[in-house]
Every structure is written in structure tokens, then in C-alpha cells.
């Protein structure tokens, strides 16, 4: 496909003048993302308190808006500040998000085609996983450790993943990476192979993050842990080639489809 966002990631000029609003408005995504994991995570802590955890403190609906609102606000403000900032090196960043403001015109066209092929990879990788989970299940069932909250939750949460952990996995941390590499290799820009290195490695580290929320529901064996390592390894490397050549925005729309697909639709766990 053609990249539609070359000359908005390649325009230096164009990226510092409006990279102060562009992380202004990320940082406030993110918050609403953080936000929307609420309901996920008092489901999660309800079911906890019902299986017997004592340690499980559950506050009000109130407490966890504004200690989330509070929290994620300053995280994501440093989180964005420092992907939109190295945008400019790695030309990476949120290439749409910078045309909104800057008025770029783009081809409506190509977009959506951009963001159709984005939305089509992640359900085919969503279906292709589910298919695995379900092979799975018969040759190697996992027992579980505690039952997982309804799909209702996982609806909120599918939104609130796909926007937080892509501007702390790929705007955040894979812009990181590409800008250490590119300086050690002296790259004005990055290469093909410094970008494949960023968004592996960073798939590694997408997958590590996810063990502990694994084992809330399963025993941390071996086979489950390479389980849950190998499928965030591939979702991982798939949204960071999106970002990559897509930008941030369709990287989190690819995230959100890929989880309303395996989680919502589909029955990966059951």
C-alpha cells in the first residue's frame, strides 16, 4: 500500500510546529483510555473478593475515576512528550493526528483503504489466534484459576488497551528503542532493519507485561507463559508495523479490532 503519511512524518518543520497540540491530545486520549479500563478492573477485583482474597480492597466508582484520571494523566503526558518529541528523528509519531491540526490534506481514499487493510490484518490475525486457542484447548487444556469477567467488560477494555498500551508500547517505547539504535548506527533515518529490531523487541516486552493479567486466570507454566509470550509477540509485531507505516491512530484502531474480534466475538478462554 502506498504510505499516505510520508511527507507528514518526513516534514520536520510540520511536526514541530504542531507537536505541542498532537501531545496535548494524546496525552488526553490516554487518559480516556486509562478511564475505560474501570469497569474491567472492579469486575476483575469483584471476582477476586468472591473467591476469597482478603488482600482485594475495592473503593468507591468515584475514588478510582479520579485516582485513574490523576495517574494516567501525568503518565501519559510523559509517555506522549517523549514519543511525539522523538517522532521527529524516527519519523514515527501520529502522523493523522498532525494533519487534523495542520489541515494536510490527505486522500480520503487512501485513508480509509489505510484503515480497511489495518482493521482487515487484525481480524485475520484475531480469528488465525482463536483458531489456536482452540486447538489448544483440546490437545493441552489450561485449568483455570479464576473465571474471567463477562465479554460486557471486555467491550470497555478492548478500547482502553488498544489506546493506552499502544503510546506506551509503540508511540512511547519502540519510538525509544528506534532513536537509541539510530544514534549508535549514526542514521539520519531509521533503516529497515532498525525498525524490525524496535518493533521485535518491543513485541518482547508487549508480551512480558501481559503475564501478570495472565495470571490472574491461569498457572504461570511454562507452555502458558510461551502461550501468552508467542501471541502478544505476533499481535505486537503486527501493531508495530502499522505504526510504523501507518502511524499512531490506525495502530491503536487495528489494537481495538484485533481485541473486540479474539475477546468480544470470539470465546478464546472458554
Known sequence: MKDIFSDIKNNSDLAKTYRLKVSMFVAVLFVVGALLNIPFSRALKELKIESGDSSIVQ???LTDVMQVALSSLVLGSILTFIGIWLSIKTRLGAPLITSMFSKFKLNATELWKSIGWSMGYATITAVMLLGVFHIQKIYYPVEGILDRPDKFYYFFVSFSAGITEEIIFRLCLLSIIV?????????????????????????????????PLSQNFNELTLFTVGMTMIGNLITGTLYGWIYWKRGLLIAIIAHVTFDLVFHVIGSPYV
Open 59 to 61: 473503593n468507591s466508582v
Open 179 to 211: 532513536a537509541v539504535f539510530q544514534w549508535i548506527s549514526k542514521s539520519e533515518q531509521p533503516t529497515n532493519p532498525i525498525m524490525w529490531s524496535g518493533i521485535l523487541i518491543t513485541g518482547i516486552f508487549f508480551g512480558l507485561i501481559h503475564l
